[in-house]
Every structure is written in C-alpha cells, then in structure tokens.
C-alpha cells in the first residue's frame, strides 16, 4: 500500500520561505515521477509542480514558476518542494501525490492515484 506523509508547512509572512517534504514508501519510489497540488479555501485543487522519476526533468504551474523548486531524493524516498517569495495567494492545503502510472511528468490531477493527507501553508501579508 503506497502511504505519502507531506510534511513542513507552517505560517510565515510574505516574501520568506518554507520546504514541504513528502515521504513516500509502499512502491518503488524512483520508478515514478511526483507531484504537488495545492488546494486554497473554496477553490479546486490545482497543479503546482512535477518531477520525473529521475529528477531530469521538471515541469511548474505558471502561478509558481521562478519561485518554487520541486525536486527528490530516490535514496530517501523523498519529494520536496522548495517554496520562495511567498504570496498570500499561496496560502492553501499542499499535497503530493503519485500517479497511478509510469508517466513522464504527469500534469494533471487525473493521472494521481495516491495523495498525501496534505500540510498547511498559510502566508501571511
């Protein structure tokens, strides 16, 4: 059974930073790429970033490009995501996921079958 455990949310004003962690185990780690959705108050739950199984290749939402970094550790069976000049807007529920298949960098919600129970992100102004 794959079991995601996202960890590293927290509160912090705006322009400063945080690093989401999510542990995964279950599966073999680095046969599958990973990803990060986020989801805010009353709001649908959006793609945020992607990685390949290998880390060679990586893939972002426009709302987060040039400030967040995904990227994994298959030795540690681990997907991070590296957030910078935090905006309120970022505020929202952060869940890594995995997707149910061997893709390359799977972008949409569809293509996830497993889902962390998600962190807290809150972003003050």
């Known amino acids: 059974q794959v079991q995601l455990v996202e960890s590293g949310g927290g509160l912090v004003q705006a322009g400063g930073s945080l690093r989401l962690s999510c542990a995964s185990s279950?599966?073999?780690?680095?046969?599958?790429?990973m990803g990060w959705f986020r989801q805010a108050p009353g709001k649908e739950r959006e793609f945020v970033a992607t990685?390949?199984?290998?880390?060679?290749?990586?893939y972002y939402a426009d709302s987060v490009k040039s400030r967040f970094t995904i990227s994994r550790d298959n030795a540690k069976n681990t997907v991070y995501l590296q957030m910078n000049s935090l905006k309120p807007e970022d505020t929202a529920i952060y869940y890594c996921?995995?997707?149910?298949?061997?893709?390359?960098?799977?972008?949409?919600?569809?293509?996830?079958?497993?889902w962390g129970q998600g962190t807290q992100v809150t972003v003050s102004s």
């Open positions: 279950g599966r073999t780690f680095s046969a599958y790429a």
């Open positions: 996921a995995s997707p149910s298949k061997v893709t390359y960098i799977p972008t949409h919600r569809g293509e996830y079958e497993y």
């Open positions: 990685i390949s199984r290998s880390g060679d290749s990586t």
